[in-house]
């Protein structure tokens, strides 16, 4: 009895088995030979990648939903035609289209995230064998403006450099198990809040770019950062890239130039050697030092700008005497110098937060030659990027303390709700108070009197220092011909808000810091201290004029508007914008002090005016 229940047993299973092969065998039938394209939706819910935005909440980077096109070649009744027709909607080349839609397949990407209209355009022609897909598309609100910093997203919705990158866990909702979904339908990934100002990113992006373009450059780059956070409000260079379109660029563009190249930087390294100097032999600041346009160091000469005759410490940095320096910095021991150049941050990552920072490079004293400790005093042998010099001169007007530079202000949920926030992180005193402020009256007479003129503000003190450095040619050596040129300045001086750090490279003809970059600190420190709240240094500032009559506003030039309050500048400005179009933005309340275009200027119709006050 049991041996047949066993068989049984034996004979039901063989059949479940046998049917059940059967049914696999079947359904792989119909899907081998079916004519039908079955997309099916994915177990796990799309993923909306968070926003990411600027400090004042101007989104900067955002993803839309969108359509992607597919194809069922077994459907196409006409494939030169419908190739033809989804070319010129698409404008992508006949001749590729022709290719896909011909395969032996049943389902063929055309186009992944194409925008509405011409996905209702396609959907309109009902082109058989075509479908559409939903998807998301990452766009950048601001085209290009700060594309160096946010990096860019594949079509496979991950980040593939810069912020999107470096956070791509976050911005996708897979960091730490963070999951917030819409009613299981979505995951939604963290919105990242950067430090970065819009505006301050525009006016630094814009000034660069003409620069580079004045000075035929190979590149330039601009970092500002606020002296007392830390916070970087701006990262520009030029060439810049369209994020969107990012394949359209090469990996030279794209890159960031202000942290991923380093480089020699000349004379703004005279500074950190007079710290050096101060901290440890400040008696040697009270000589004086006779430069004759060069200087021998062993079997080497060192040719300076100029000839300076008797020079003074101050003298040596404001006209940036090699010669002087050099003499300064015989009786400097060589440890001394190299903890001072480690203890600015020279030598390794800021650890600012963005992926591609070089440590620039600085050999320790017991590989220096005997040279090297000259060399590095007027800033050869070593390597910077742009945004530890930034760190470096902003301790110098934060009075000594070194503070990291930061990118991320916070972190939120989609709602808005602060996940995370970060704050200024200091990694202590570096010099003291004293040294610092003897620093900065150098600095401040680089600008009123030396070789940073150019980098001077009608209505703020800047203090800075110029920077040229000759290129090395491998098997050639040092040419006069390539250069980098570059300024950092610090303002207002009274009391710094806000370091900036210009580099210019390969400008035409080997030009000089001051010519080149200086200017440039001056025409975005005047464009966006207004903007952030940063009043005029009186005692740079010429004094304000006033007027008893009203500036005429029937004529066809640009009245003067210096003087006036802005509640008195409404029906003033009425008249011209009735007549002329103009397009009016005032920055800050109380009397006018800056405008563009000048008085007397002659007004084209839709002009943008500028009014700044204070």
């Given amino acids: 009895m049991e041996q047949k229940v066993f068989k049984r047993r034996v004979y039901v299973a063989a059949i479940l088995v046998t049917v059940i092969a059967l049914l696999f065998i079947i359904r792989l039938f119909g899907l081998h030979f079916s004519r039908k394209i079955i997309v099916q939706k994915s177990k796990t819910p799309p993923i909306r990648r968070g926003l990411i935005s600027d400090r004042n909440g101007y989104i ?22 419908t190739a033809r027709i989804l070319a010129e909607v698409l404008e992508l080349p006949e001749k590729t289209i022709l290719e896909r839609i011909t395969r032996k397949k049943r389902f063929v990407w055309i186009k992944r995230k194409i925008s509405d209209e011409k996905a209702a355009k396609l959907k309109a022609m009902k082109i058989p064998g075509a479908g559409f897909k939903k998807e998301f598309r990452r766009v950048f609100p601001n085209g290009s403006l700060g594309a160096n910093i946010l990096g860019f997203v594949g079509i496979d919705n991950r980040g593939i450099e810069g912020i999107e990158y470096l956070y791509d866990d976050r911005l996708t909702g897979r960091y730490d198990g963070w999951k917030e979904t819409d009613t ?43 002296v007392k956070t830390g916070r970087v409000l701006a990262m520009a260079k030029y060439p810049g890239f369209n994020p969107g379109r990012y394949n359209a660029y090469s990996a030279e563009t794209r890159k960031n130039f202000a942290i991923t190249d380093s480089f020699e930087p000349g004379s703004t390294m005279k500074i950190i050697a007079l710290a050096s100097v101060l901290e440890k032999r400040s008696d040697l600041l009270r000589n004086r030092y006779v430069c004759t346009g060069k200087i021998e160091i062993g079997d080497a000469v060192i040719k300076c700008t100029g000839t300076h005759g008797s020079v003074s ?34 030598g390794r990552k800021t650890g600012m937060g963005i992926p591609g920072e070089r ?55 989609s709602q808005g709700r602060v996940l995370q926030s970060f704050y200024p992180q200091s990694r202590g005193r570096i010099i003291s108070k004293t040294t610092a402020r003897a620093l900065m009256r150098l600095m401040r007479a ?6 940073g003129k150019k980098a001077a503000s009608r ?50 003809g080997g030009r000089g810091g001051g010519d080149t970059a200086a200017p440039v600190f001056s025409r975005i ?16 500032a010429p004094p304000l004029k006033r007027y008893k009559k009203p500036p005429a506003s029937s004529g066809p030039l640009m009245p003067d508007f210096r003087g006036l309050a802005t509640g008195s500048l409404p029906p003033r400005i009425a008249a011209l914008q009735k007549r002329y179009g103009l397009k009016l933005t005032i920055y800050g309340t109380g009397i006018v002090y800056g405008q563009k275009p000048l008085p007397g200027k002659k007004l084209q119709p839709g002009e943008h005016v500028l009014l700044q006050c204070r």
């Fill in 184 to 226: 299981g339908e979505m995951v939604h990934g963290q919105n990242i809040v950067l430090t970065l100002d819009r505006l301050v990113q525009h006016h630094a992006e814009r000034e660069i770019a003409a620069a580079v373009k004045k000075h035929e450059a190979r590149h330039g780059s601009v970092v500002i950062m606020e």
């Fill in 525 to 540: 420190a005047d464009r966006i201290f207004p903007v952030l709240g940063i009043g005029a240094d009186t005692r740079s």
């Fill in 60 to 81: 900067l980077s955002m993803s839309i939903k969108s359509y992607s096109l597919f194809v069922n070649p077994e459907k196409i009744i006409a494939p030169a035609k």
């Fill in 446 to 451: 680089v600008v009123t009197d030396g070789t």
């Fill in 313 to 346: 410490v101050r003298d040596a940095i404001r006209h940036s005497c090699n010669s002087g320096v050099i003499q300064i910095m015989k009786k400097m021991k060589r440890a001394d110098l190299y903890k001072t150049i480690v203890d600015f941050g020279f």
């Fill in 359 to 413: 440590a620039g490079i600085l050999r320790p004293p017991a590989q220096w030659s005997g040279l090297s400790k000259y060399s590095m005093a007027i800033g050869y042998e070593m390597s910077v990027n742009s945004l530890q010099l930034a760190a470096a001169f902003s301790a110098i007007a934060n009075g000594g303390v070194y503070l990291r530079p930061m990118i991320i202000d916070s972190f939120e949920s």
């Fill in 459 to 508: 209505w703020y003190s800047v203090a800075g220092k110029t920077g040229t450095s000759q290129k090395y040619i491998h098997k050639k050596g040092y040419t006069s011909k390539r250069s980098v040129s570059s300024f950092a300045g610090v303002a207002p001086v009274g009391d710094p808000e806000i370091c900036m750090i210009i580099v210019i490279d390969e400008p035409k």
